[in-house]
Each structure stands twice: as C-alpha cells, then as structure tokens.
C-alpha cells in the first residue's frame, strides 16, 4: 500500500502517529466521530471527473457543469428538467453502495466502542455500512427524504420509490409532470430536505437523534472520550471541529483526532492530547486496523 505523505512528515513520524492513534482509540472509554465530506470523498463518492461524466454528461454538454454541485443548484426552467437531475444525484449518492469500504473499515475499528456519530454528510454512508442509527445523527439533512418547499410542516418524506421511477421514466432530462413531487399537505412541490437557508425542516427523527447525541455528551463528562475527527472541511466549523476542540479543552482526560488530506491541525494549546494526520482517510483506516 503506498500513502501519500506530506512532504516535511517522514514516514517514520507518520507511523509512530499513527500508532498513537491507534493506542487512544484502544484506551478509550468512548469514541465520538465527526465526519465531514472527506471521508465519503476517500470511499470513492467524488462528485467530479469520470464518476460525474458518467451520470450527467448530457447535462454537461447542455449547461458547462465540471461538477455534481454546479448543477444542484441551477435554476432550471421546469420542475421535469429539476427532477431530472436530482433523481439521478440522489441514486448514485444515496443508494449506491460507495466503491471503497472505508466506512466499513472505520465501522471495524469502533464496533465494539461506546461510540456516537454527528455527521454533516448527507449520502446515509453510514447507515449502509452498518452502524447503528441509534448512534447516528445527520445535522444536514438526508438525500433520502423530501420536504415540503414552503415548507408548510416539520414533516419528512421517504423518496426512493419515487426518484428511482424518475430516473427509470425520464427522457431528454426531463422527468414525466406526472412524477413531480407535491406535498400532500399544502399541495406545495416538494423539494430536498438538506440544510441550504432556513426553510430547512427538522423533523421528528431530527429531534430525536439530537437528543441521543446531547444525552450521550453528557454521559462522557469527565470521561477518557476520543474526539475523532474526519474529513471536515472549514466550510461548517461551527457543527464539529470547534465543539470538538471545546469539548477536548474542557475535560483533562479527553483526546483529540483529527484526520484530513491537507487540513490536519489542532490549537496549539491541545497539541499534547492530540493526534493529526495528513492523509488518505481510508489509507490511514487500514494502517490502523
């Protein structure tokens, strides 16, 4: 296996860091991950280059998109050509199975943990790959569920049934009219549940699993707990490096983990009690099982 190490970390040091990791992840009462983007980038869910061009080259040549994002939020013209593209975003991230088995691995690692997810990734990796959902909570939203676009309710919709007939029914990027989503309260279209402006719903299992990963925080006051961070970006701080950070701070026996391509670090004044490594996230997984 060969890791892309940074240039100023020899691969003695980036060993020996990651066997530190290794050793606060076996000493640990409990583990709470924070993941971010990167970590489903380093399971192959990419949303650009070939895997893009696979799925939307037509709406490429149509409109100049380089990416899946670009064209999430374009304003098309009809809600066929809408759902069109976002029936097949959401197959291909949402109920695709990602290429790489790095959540798996991660899942290995930790299973026989006391262990809590908080995620702002939206593709439901986890839950495929067999984590507890109980132990699971997406603060962004779901690919999988709709909501109302006013939105009229703190309501949520379950939407495979009908992306899956969209992708399998649409022709020329445009889905049937007959297909189009509305919401069976106001009559309102729907659209997708993910956190864009505050017209974002937080519905009942929302609440729920906000509630389980407050109640399990408490739970590790004071505690030998392990703050592991991967693949965040500085897009949403706010969500899970800086509590994390805070919480670390905040309890002496606490550990720090953060690992990310590029954006490994910690405050100066955690540094002691902290692991950073600069890497492949599904490399370093391996490494460490």
Known sequence: MCLRMPIMQSTKLFLQTVERLKAALDTAEAV???AGAGLSSSAGLVYTGERFKRAFSDFAQKYGFSDMYSGGFYPYNTLEEYWAYWSRYIVINRYTAPPKPVYQNLLKLIKDKDYFVLTTNVDHCFQKAGFDKERLFYTQGDYGLFQCSGPCCQQTFDNEDTVRAMVKRQRD??????????CPRCGRPLTMNLRADGKFVEDEGWHAAAGR??????????????FLELGVGGNTPGIIKY??????AENPKAMYACI?????GCPKELQKRSVCLNGDIGEILELLA
């Open 32 to 34: 709470v991950i924070g």
């Open 173 to 182: 990027m445009r889905i049937p009219s007959a297909l189009i989503p509305y």
């Open 213 to 226: 990963y407050a109640g399990f925080l408490r739970r590790c006051e004071g505690t030998a707990v392990l």
């Open 243 to 248: 509590p994390f950070w805070q919480m670390t």
């Open 260 to 264: 990310n391509f590029g954006e490994a």
